[in-house]
């Protein structure tokens, strides 16, 4: 005989699983906490500066704290629900359960040792992602509405080995020896290289802005009638946004620069060309010199041109005796030395040398050995050795004797129809 049961009943489930199962429990909330920490990459920007691996590794260790504190939640929730449902016939009321002191103390010290966890690891990423670097490139930055401008400002040691000081732009001798003793140049987009550490320091042209390069990890307000400053060492090349993250205008959104960061560059200014911002170091030394400066200082690799630049610059007296068409010389004291180039092997055998370059070498080393037939012994004799007078460095007489040895008939005919 069947009956309708009306009295309440209680669920016989154990409040308290088996140790088995909190433990099965506990491994896949952990692996789940896991799970969420895999997708960390694909919701960040590419990590690309030492600095953003510290803060990846911070926001990595509180993503997996949150992820399992959600995944313990949701967890007990759902164990919740199966396990102590209502049964078929089940009318009862659950447990009577009274207050739990050593869970509620369990409760509440965990979260204050997470926080406090937290709080002390997140101070020695702060501290660690704002240590001054050795040999920090410093830049300025201007935040106006609504664009980023870079300062770059160098020095005399900046300058590439070997500048001669006085070959210098006045105006830029001026500035190098100011009491700044930098020139300064802008740029729209800032340019470092690999490996660099870099400060940016930050003022504001009007209104308040916040300056962030999202791929270095780095954010700093940029604050009106303040200086404030931000480090980075990219680890990464390439070229990276950089945003302003304060609301400061209709065109706010539109407020985005560009970070370049290129390994050659820096491999440039270690070897002496200080070349940030310019593609090539005569663009960047141009700014410094005037053009024919420039292209003394940075000789072509074609002896005949290097020794023509020797002798129109006019660091030795030639032009002064000598007719050249090619530079424009009318000194009639010496013997011509247009088309010089076909005669000096002839000349050569003349006057006992092995050949052409072995006559001019000679004739301009010892002037007064063989002279040209018609011409006094006038011209000086320019010498190998430094504590000489009319000293004449090899390299110098050996690019000489190349331009000489180009003269020819042909070559100035050649010249002649391009250039008259
Ligand atoms: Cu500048 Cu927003």
Same mark, same amino acid.
């Given at each position: 005989m069947s009956s309708i049961n009306l009295t309440p009943q209680r669920s016989e489930t154990k409040l308290v699983p088996s140790l088995s199962f909190i433990i099965v429990f506990v491994v896949v909330m952990v692996a789940g906490a896991f799970a969420f920490l895999s997708f960390m990459p694909l919701i960040l920007p590419p990590e690309a500066s030492t600095q953003a691996q510290e803060v990846d590794r911070i926001f990595g260790f509180m993503l997996f704290i949150g992820a399992l504190v959600f995944m313990l939640v949701q967890g007990l929730l759902v164990v919740s629900v199966v396990r102590w449902r209502a049964r078929p016939g089940d009318r009862g009321d659950g447990p009577p359960i009274h207050g739990n002191t050593t869970l509620e103390a369990v409760w509440t010290a965990i979260p204050a040792v997470i926080v406090t966890v937290i709080a002390i690891y997140s101070f020695t990423v702060w501290q660690n992602t704002r240590v001054i670097a050795f040999g920090e490139q410093s830049v300025g930055a201007i935040g106006a509405r609504y664009a980023w401008t870079f300062n770059y400002t160098i020095s #005399?040691? &900046? $300058?590439? !080995?070997?500048? &001669?000081?006085? !070959? $210098?732009?006045p105006e830029i001798q001026a500035d190098l020896t100011d009491e700044d003793g930098v020139i300064t140049f802008s740029a729209t987009k800032l340019y470092t290289w690999v490996g660099q550490p870099v400060v940016v320091r930050m003022d504001a042209a009007d209104v308040n802005h916040a300056f962030w390069i999202p791929a270095m990890r780095v954010k700093q307000d940029v604050l009106a009638g303040r200086t404030t400053e931000i480090r980075f060492t990219p680890t990464m090349a390439g070229s990276f946004r950089v945003v302003c993250a304060e609301l400061c205008g209709a065109g706010h959104g539109n407020m985005a620069g560009e970070l370049v960061t290129d390994p050659a560059t820096g491999e440039q200014y270690l070897t002496g060309a200080w070349v940030i911002v310019y593609e090539t170091e005569e663009e960047y030394l141009s700014q410094f010199f005037e053009p024919t400066a420039t292209t003394n200082l940075l000789p072509p690799d074609d002896p005949v041109l290097v020794g023509r630049q020797i002798l129109a610059s006019g660091k030795y007296p030639c032009n002064t005796c000598h007719v050249l068409a090619d530079l424009n010389w009318v000194g009639v004291v010496g013997p011509s030395l247009n088309g010089i180039g076909d005669r000096a092997d002839e000349r050569a055998a003349a006057g006992g040398d092995a050949d052409a370059t072995a006559y001019l070498i000679h004739s301009i080393r010892h002037p007064g050995d063989w002279l040209v037939p018609g011409f006094g012994n006038l011209m000086p004799q320019f010498n190998a &050795?430094? &504590? #000489?007078?009319n000293y004449m460095p090899d390299s110098d007489l050996n690019a000489i004797v190349a331009y000489l040895l180009a003269q020819t008939a042909a070559a100035q005919a050649s010249a002649g129809s391009t250039t008259n």
């Amino acid at each position: 005989m069947s009956s309708i049961n009306l009295t309440p009943q209680r669920s016989e489930t154990k409040l308290v699983p088996s140790l088995s199962f909190i433990i099965v429990f506990v491994v896949v909330m952990v692996a789940g906490a896991f799970a969420f920490l895999s997708f960390m990459p694909l919701i960040l920007p590419p990590e690309a500066s030492t600095q953003a691996q510290e803060v990846d590794r911070i926001f990595g260790f509180m993503l997996f704290i949150g992820a399992l504190v959600f995944m313990l939640v949701q967890g007990l929730l759902v164990v919740s629900v199966v396990r102590w449902r209502a049964r078929p016939g089940d009318r009862g009321d659950g447990p009577p359960i009274h207050g739990n002191t050593t869970l509620e103390a369990v409760w509440t010290a965990i979260p204050a040792v997470i926080v406090t966890v937290i709080a002390i690891y997140s101070f020695t990423v702060w501290q660690n992602t704002r240590v001054i670097a050795f040999g920090e490139q410093s830049v300025g930055a201007i935040g106006a509405r609504y664009a980023w401008t870079f300062n770059y400002t160098i020095s #005399q040691d &900046d $300058l590439p !080995a070997g500048i &001669d000081f006085n !070959a $210098l732009k006045p105006e830029i001798q001026a500035d190098l020896t100011d009491e700044d003793g930098v020139i300064t140049f802008s740029a729209t987009k800032l340019y470092t290289w690999v490996g660099q550490p870099v400060v940016v320091r930050m003022d504001a042209a009007d209104v308040n802005h916040a300056f962030w390069i999202p791929a270095m990890r780095v954010k700093q307000d940029v604050l009106a009638g303040r200086t404030t400053e931000i480090r980075f060492t990219p680890t990464m090349a390439g070229s990276f946004r950089v945003v302003c993250a304060e609301l400061c205008g209709a065109g706010h959104g539109n407020m985005a620069g560009e970070l370049v960061t290129d390994p050659a560059t820096g491999e440039q200014y270690l070897t002496g060309a200080w070349v940030i911002v310019y593609e090539t170091e005569e663009e960047y030394l141009s700014q410094f010199f005037e053009p024919t400066a420039t292209t003394n200082l940075l000789p072509p690799d074609d002896p005949v041109l290097v020794g023509r630049q020797i002798l129109a610059s006019g660091k030795y007296p030639c032009n002064t005796c000598h007719v050249l068409a090619d530079l424009n010389w009318v000194g009639v004291v010496g013997p011509s030395l247009n088309g010089i180039g076909d005669r000096a092997d002839e000349r050569a055998a003349a006057g006992g040398d092995a050949d052409a370059t072995a006559y001019l070498i000679h004739s301009i080393r010892h002037p007064g050995d063989w002279l040209v037939p018609g011409f006094g012994n006038l011209m000086p004799q320019f010498n190998a &050795d430094s &504590d #000489q007078t009319n000293y004449m460095p090899d390299s110098d007489l050996n690019a000489i004797v190349a331009y000489l040895l180009a003269q020819t008939a042909a070559a100035q005919a050649s010249a002649g129809s391009t250039t008259n």
